[in-house]
């Protein structure tokens, strides 16, 4: 069973920054959390992980609050080619468990 | 590098009948699983695998089985196909545990059972 909540779905505009949050309620103390975005007829990509605080890359911020209850993935000047499927893990040992994810789309 | 490569990227297959999905990897990672999506949902795992020789039950095992002879191939077998496992398999690869670590995937392969 995934151990995250997320949105179903989120529209946005082009060049808009994008916030999505992911609540993770019972995450253990060794879990990191994981971002990947999935294009339709595509395998996942990996995005961004982090532990705690803020962790930034070319493509996307994660920031996670002191308690890492939940956590915000945070995509900057989004473009049409964003729309995807985007998807918030936590550490589930040797599995990788997905939920359901959060289908973003985003509008001209 | 070619990362994770699956095989066949289409297939259509009759009721009963089996096939293997091919998936390998040539960037030497221990832990390798398979995936079904169907369309419109998230990822369900079937099996996985943390080294050679070690396989385990995913989410969704009934009707696959796997094998892990070598560190960088993972067959997923489907031996009575059945229309519900028409679907998308994806195969994926990390170096460490996977709710830690990044993990590849492959390109899938669509199967359809008629």
């Known amino acids: 069973l995934a151990k995250t909540t997320q949105p179903i779905s989120m529209d946005s505009y082009e060049g808009q920054e994008v916030n999505i949050t992911c609540s993770h309620n019972n995450i253990a103390t060794n879990d990191y959390i994981t971002w990947y975005q999935q294009f339709p007829s595509q395998g996942p990509r990996f995005i961004i992980q982090g532990y705690k605080t803020k962790v930034t890359n070319e493509v996307a911020s994660l920031f996670i609050p002191a308690d890492r209850k939940s956590s915000t993935l945070s995509l900057p000047r989004v473009s049409l080619s964003d729309t995807a499927v985007y998807y918030c893990?936590?550490?589930?040992?040797?599995?990788?468990?997905f939920g359901k994810g959060t289908r973003l789309h985003i509008l001209p | 590098n070619a990362g994770v490569t699956q095989t066949p990227k289409f297939r259509i297959l009759k009721i009963g009948q089996s096939m293997t999905l091919q998936c390998t990897q040539d960037?030497?990672?221990?832990?390798m699983y398979w995936y079904r999506q169907d369309p419109g949902m998230g990822l369900k795992l079937i099996y996985y695998?943390?080294?050679?020789?070690i396989t385990d039950k995913g989410e969704v095992p009934n009707g696959y089985n796997v094998s892990r002879s070598t560190t960088e191939d993972f067959p997923l077998r489907l031996e009575l196909a059945a229309p519900s496992q028409t679907s998308v398999y994806f195969c994926?690869?990390?170096w460490g545990q996977g709710g830690n670590t990044e993990a590849f995937f492959g390109q899938g392969t669509r199967l359809t059972v008629v």
């Open positions: 893990l936590v550490g589930d040992a040797d599995k990788i468990i």
């Open positions: 695998s943390v080294g050679a020789g």
């Open positions: 994926a690869s990390s």
């Open positions: 960037m030497n990672h221990n832990y």
